[in-house]
């Protein structure tokens, strides 16, 4: 069964950094392409990012420059660096093995002064 559990979110001044974790569970998880998607208040999930297991990177035009993704295969953990963030960054934030119809609980992250 595949699951995912998302933490390390929490309430952060614009400008501020966080990182967040992934683990996940019922997979393969070194042979798989991962991936962070986020949610933000009223809005439709968008993409944020995906890590291929070579390690080649992929950012949607908002968060580059400014996030990182990066994975632990040994411990099955999947990472967000995010920093210099901004209030339009807040959203709840999902990892998820790329074609996974499975969603975890997501992590809250929310940037304001």
């Known amino acids: 069964q595949v699951q995912y559990a998302e933490s390390g979110g929490g309430l952060v001044q614009p400008g501020g950094s966080l990182r967040l974790s992934c683990a996940g569970s019922?997979?393969?998880?070194?042979?798989?392409?991962m991936t962070w998607h986020r949610q933000a208040p009223g809005k439709a999930r968008e993409w944020v990012a995906t890590l291929f297991p070579g390690g080649a990177t992929f950012y949607t035009d908002s968060v580059k420059g400014r996030f990182t993704i990066s994975r632990d295969d040994a411990n099955n953990l999947l990472y967000l660096n995010m920093s210099s963030l901004k209030p339009e960054d807040t959203a709840v934030y999902y990892c998820?093995?790329?074609?996974?119809?499975?969603w975890g609980q997501g992590t809250q992250v929310t940037v304001s002064s």
């Open positions: 019922g997979f393969s998880f070194s042979e798989e392409i």
């Open positions: 998820q093995k790329a074609q996974s119809t499975t």
